[in-house]
DNA sequence: CTCTCGATGCGCT
DNA sequence: GCGCATCGAGAGA
């Protein structure tokens, strides 16, 4: 959720990818503690928002297992919920089906208006952007489990790992 | 200080 | 299917 402007805006989690600690080559935090990786390092259900290519953001969640030190899910797509329109204006793509709104890491955060301003925000004070529980899978939903997208550098180790997850055919996961 | 290169998306071919 | 935009983190000197 998130509300900017006094809009809200919604979305549902259909695909995320795990990363797991120093240890894991795909992730950022095999960097150590650093100003950028620290969120990852922090308290669990906030924020870690990043820069890639220059232009886009991303927006992971910390968390983590108990025998890591560090770690984060990556948010990749959101099924629109409500704010769809003002969504779509964010984007500047007024041709864009719904479903392709929050299709992709980078959509989404454009989308929702998330820069680096929320790295390290606290997503569990239902404040400007905030997790809420859904009502998970419905009937005919089910997960797919795969390899993480662009993390080839990593090598085959780690890039191989299963460590994304989708709904199965929902048309608003990342292409 | 300088260099390299990315947890991507878009527009054009 | 391919090239490119664009900038800061991290590494090396």
């Given at each position: 959720?998130?509300?900017?402007?006094?809009?809200?805006?919604?979305?549902?989690?259909?695909?995320?990818?795990?990363?797991?600690?120093?240890?894991?080559?795909a992730s950022h935090a095999r960097a150590g503690l650093t100003r950028r990786t620290a969120p990852m390092y922090g308290p669990v259900g906030h924020a870690y928002v990043y820069l890639v290519y220059g232009m886009h953001h991303c927006l992971n969640v910390v968390a983590r297992s108990e025998e890591l030190v560090a770690g984060a899910v990556?948010?990749?797509?959101?099924?629109?919920?409500?704010?769809?329109e003002l969504m779509r204006v964010r984007r500047g793509r007024t041709n864009d089906p719904d479903s392709r709104l929050c299709s992709g890491p980078a959509r989404l955060t454009q989308a929702l208006a998330i820069d680096r301003r929320l790295d390290g925000h606290d997503l569990t004070a239902g404040v400007d952007l905030w997790l809420s529980a859904g009502e998970g899978l419905r009937q005919t939903e089910?997960?797919?489990?795969?390899?993480?997208?662009?993390?080839?550098?990593a090598g085959p180790e780690w890039a191989g790992?299963?460590?994304?997850?989708?709904?199965?055919?929902?048309?608003?996961v990342s292409r």
């Open positions: 959720m998130r509300q900017v402007n006094g809009d809200q805006l919604v979305g549902r989690i259909v695909e995320c990818e795990a990363y797991c600690g120093p240890t894991d080559l990556l948010l990749r797509a959101l099924e629109p919920v409500a704010g769809i089910s997960v797919a489990v795969g390899p993480r997208v662009g993390v080839a550098y790992r299963p460590w994304r997850f989708r709904l199965d055919g929902n048309r608003s």
